[in-house]
């Protein structure tokens, strides 16, 4: 059964689904379909990992299985000579604006505390 796609969508609600419940009045409204769901385009801040250099490289692009055979095949020249990548940490954004200043702040505290946090949190993805 095909999930039916809504674009409009009740502002209290936050789930995605068919139907939902709304909390204040109790009668059902439709829910926003995710960007994905409707065939936008996402955006996606990712953490490289090398494990020959021990090295992170940070990034976005809106194809992200693209990027990461780039990386492998030595077409980015800042990744060339630490092959292979292999992705250990992704995050979607709706706009290539809200990735890159995530892109940019993580570059930030790339080396200090918070990049050891972000390590930690569930979802990074160890190898």
Known sequence: M???QFLYFHPKI???GDLAESPQSGVKVACPASREMR???MYYVYILYSESKDRYYIGHTNYLQRR???HNQGLTRSTKAHRPWKVVYTE???TRVEA???EQEIKDYKSGYKF???KQSESWQSG
């Open 14 to 16: 936050r789930e995605f």
């Open 39 to 41: 065939g936008l385009e």
């Open 68 to 70: 990461l055979i780039e």
């Open 116 to 118: 050891q946090l972000l």
């Open 2 to 4: 095909k999930r039916q």
């Open 100 to 102: 890159y200043k995530r």
């Open 92 to 94: 979607k954004y709706n």
